[in-house]
C-alpha cells in the first residue's frame, strides 16, 4: 500500500529553523503536486506550500519568505524547509501529495488526496 512517510519537526525557539521531510513510498509521487497543510488547536486548515512536479512552487502569504519548498523526484521525497519561526507557526504539519492540477498551497484537490501521518512542530517565545 503505498503512503507518505514524514519526517522532522520538533521545537524550536522563535527565530528557528527546521526542516521537514515527505517520501513517497511508490514511484508515482515523484509526478505528483505535493505540498504541505498545517492546523492548530482551534484554528482551521492551512495550505502552507505545494510544488508541482515540473518544480513550480506556491506559499501561502503567511510564509513567504520565511519557508521554502523542494522536491527531489529520484527520491519521491518533498522538503519544506522553515526559517525565521514565529509562536503562529506552532500547528501540525501535514504532507499531502496526488495527482491534482492545477498544484498551488491550499488547493483543496490536494486536501483529498494521500496524507502524511503528520509531525508537530512547535515554537516557544
Known amino acids: 500500500q503505498s503512503h507518505l512517510v514524514e519526517s522532522g519537526g520538533g521545537s524550536v525557539q522563535v527565530g528557528g529553523s527546521l526542516r521537514l521531510s515527505c517520501a513517497g513510498t511508490d514511484s508515482q509521487y515523484s509526478t505528483y503536486c505535493m505540498g504541505w497543510f498545517r492546523q492548530a488547536p482551534g484554528k482551521e486548515r492551512e495550505g502552507v506550500a505545494a510544488?508541482?512536479?515540473?518544480?513550480?512552487?506556491t506559499y501561502a502569504d503567511s510564509v513567504k519568505g520565511r519557508f521554502t519548498i523542494s522536491k527531489d523526484n529520484t527520491k519521491r521525497t518533498a522538503f519544506l524547509d522553515m526559517h525565521d519561526l514565529k509562536p503562529e507557526d506552532t500547528a501540525t504539519y501535514y504532507c499531502?501529495?496526488?495527482?491534482?492540477?492545477?498544484?498551488?498551497?491550499?488547493?483543496?484537490?490536494?486536501?483529498?488526496?494521500?496524507w502524511g501521518q503528520g509531525t508537530q512542530v512547535t515554537v516557544s517565545s
Open positions: 510544488i508541482e512536479q515540473n518544480g513550480d512552487v
Open positions: 499531502a501529495a496526488g495527482p491534482v492540477r492545477p498544484c498551488y498551497a491550499g488547493s483543496p484537490y490536494l486536501a483529498r488526496s494521500h
